[in-house]
């Protein structure tokens, strides 16, 4: 049990390394790069003495550690700094942005996971069977859709010609909790859409990796039915790839909510990100920026730490 | 030539759908200027105006003809793609490559940096020195290839670990030849059955990836017909029943679609399984 504890132990140490060299890139970004960020910003024709001034207010006067060690111990006292554009706190702006985008991620998972496990049992007990086909034709073409097409078809298709569900989610806190999760639905059967394919292929691929072990064939030979062998031999042995994609894929789902929120006008972080992207205000695009990385990172850590305590192997070494 | 006919004639329908779409575009890309009606940026009649027979499809938000941008836009959505997925694949190969044959701390050293830029969502890192640096073409390409090529050098580097490991490579060191001669000439003709089906998949992820950009209006800026921002500018229409936005998007799909069915085809083939 200690070497487990030992490896995980290692991964958190390499995670949170990560995340700190991350920060020092999003933070430096705006100091290694070439040009000088006030001027791309203000233009040409900004005097001097504005551009002293926007210099000051960025804190682009003190030395490039100082300002990284003042940002970093303000992020991690809760302080995000001020957005240029509107002067408002980041954490004001980012408070109920993050949550929304959390809702519509977690909509999204409670709907594709089951799905996508359920469609990868199903394509890997019927192997090379039409309905395999067929899934295998209509994974490999959902995987190569852009986000914006699958989103677009849907709104074309549910909210303009059959007019179920609207084609933008407004949602706000004073709505109740099922108002919420119906004006979510749209957006979340997008992502849905874009993530199923991926976690579903690798179920089957997982599954049917193992079917080939000696130990299937005894279950096989002892006659169990073809259901009760994958069902309770296989997917046990192969939970640990499946858990792995599809944390993998929340992860993904974590930063893919950027374009889907853009499209149906969802209050959500992608949003601010992308607003915050346009009018170049650069604290609040640092901070979204490190809040999505950071989830990113910590979600593929976890599928790491995951892997590690569900794999059989390592759990009783000899 | 005969070897490709008669590998052509024993592959799957999907393959041969997917060549046929591949070549579909680059036609459409290389005589763009001859196919299309009209200039490529020319306004030629009021917005939105429906299908006919004078605008095919219609024209767009500025009275633009839609099908004349529409192919206009797979020269340059493809041909920026295209760049940018070759450059990645230098920078990434190089670096492998270099990995691979040096060892030692050289390969630790661009390893751990590569986990580092790839711990990083691609998207958020993109939008962020866009942020900083500005859109323009060549930023936009630089900055995608330097992201993706984090992808090729993983694979760069696993395949050329197994190829430097080799006796030929043994062989060729003891001779005395350069890191660059042993790079070009033992490891790259060695490594390039995965390297090429790799290229396909990256130049799907880079022209999702440039799409999604444009569509989010930090990409190929106006009035370069892009068929990111062609969806973006044109998406109000949709909200009245029409699909002639959704029309370019449907072309990124079904690009993407073929390059991918032909990428399933080569991995099939050289990975020597019957199914799975």
Known sequence: ?318 | MRDALSLLRKSPWSARFGLFIVFAYVFMAVFGPLLTPYGESEIVGFEYEPWGPEFLLGTDNLGRDMLTRLIYGARNTIGIAFITTVLAFLIGCVAGFLAAVLGGWTEQAISRFNDILMAIPQLIFALLILTIVGTSVPVLVVVIAVLDSTRVYRLARAVAMNIVVMDYVEVARLRGEGLWWIMRSEVLPNALPPLVAEFGLRFCFVFLLLSALSFLGLGIQPPTADWGSMVRDNATLITFGDFTPILPAASIALLTIGVNFIVDWLLHKTSGLKDG
């Open chain 1, 1 to 318: 049990m200690t070497h487990i504890l030992i490896m995980v132990a290692q991964r958190l140490a390499l995670g949170l390394l990560t995340l700190f060299a991350v920060s020092l890139i999003i933070f430096l970004g705006v100091e290694l790069l070439p040009g000088d960020i006030t001027q791309a910003i203000l233009g040409q024709g900004a005097t001097p003495e504005t551009v002293a001034a926007f210099r000051r207010e960025l804190k682009l006067d003190l030395p490039p550690h100082e300002r990284y060690i003042a940002w970093l111990g303000g992020i991690v006292q809760g302080d995000l700094g001020q957005s240029l554009a509107n002067k408002r706190e980041i954490t004001e702006l980012m408070g109920v942005r993050l949550q929304n985008t959390l809702f519509l991620a977690f909509i999204a998972a409670v709907i594709s996971i089951p799905l996508a496990l359920g469609l990868g049992i199903l394509a890997a007990l019927y192997r090379n069977s039409l309905y395999d086909r067929a899934v295998n034709v209509f994974t490999l073409s959902s995987i190569s859709f852009p986000e914006f097409f699958v989103a677009y078809i849907l709104i074309l298709v549910f909210a303009v010609h059959l007019g179920w569900f609207p084609s933008i989610s407004n949602i706000g806190h004073e709505l109740g909790f099922w108002e919420r999760v119906y004006r979510t639905i749209m957006p979340a059967l997008t992502l849905t859409l874009v993530v199923v394919a991926h976690m579903m292929r690798m179920t089957r691929a997982a599954i049917i990796n193992l079917l080939a072990s000696p130990y299937i064939e005894m279950a096989t030979l002892k006659g169990l039915p073809r259901s009760r062998i994958i069902v309770r031999h296989a997917l046990p042995n192969a939970l640990a790839p499946i858990i792995n994609v599809v944390v993998i894929n929340l992860a993904y789902l974590i930063v893919g909510v950027v374009i889907v929120e853009v499209v149906f006008v969802y209050p959500g972080l992608g949003q601010l990100l992308i607003d915050a992207v346009r009018t170049r205000d650069i604290p609040v695009v640092q901070a979204t920026g490190l809040v999505f990385a950071a989830a990113y990172i910590l979600l593929n850590l976890s599928a790491d730490v995951l892997s590690i305590m569900t794999n059989p192997r390592l759990l009783h070494p000899r």
